[in-house]
């Protein structure tokens, strides 16, 4: 499993898995798990975080010979059916992949990511 996050207000969990399916586990036992989002092929999801404050949810993605990239899709209320909307890049071109990523919430956008001792913003 490549990718694993949780949005506590929401009680939502996240998943990618190896196949480029990215999940959406709701915590209140519905048993109503939906397909988010189905990546590209040239796209293979290794990491999440939410950014529980804007409701969004950053993806470090392989993107293969393109390096890597740190992509966000907006997460809908489950109560508004909860299918998210707009992937967009917000950091393209990465030479190595991030060993952690961190969404500042109060920054609206921007994405910490922890390389080995080097600290990208």
């Known amino acids: 499993m490549p990718g694993v996050a949780l949005h506590v207000r929401l009680r939502l969990l996240f998943v990618a898995d ?7 586990v709701p915590l209140n036992g519905s048993g109503d798990t939906r397909l ?6 040239e796209l293979k999801p290794h990491q999440l975080s939410v950014d529980w404050l ?3 949810l950053y993806v470090v993605a392989d993107a293969g010979a393109g390096g890597w990239q740190v992509a966000r899709i907006a997460i809908d209320s489950p ?4 299918t998210g909307r707009g992937l967009t ?3 393209a071109g990465l030479p190595l992949p991030p060993l952690h ?4 919430p109060y920054s609206g956008y921007v994405p910490q990511l922890k390389f080995s ?3 990208c913003m």
């Open 36 to 41: 988010l989002l189905q990546f590209p092929s």
């Open 79 to 82: 109560t508004s059916g909860g």
């Open 54 to 56: 804007n409701d969004l």
């Open 101 to 104: 990523i961190e969404v500042d």
């Open 18 to 24: 190896v196949t480029g399916a990215l999940w959406r």
């Open 117 to 119: 001792h080097i600290s």
């Open 89 to 91: 890049v917000a950091v």
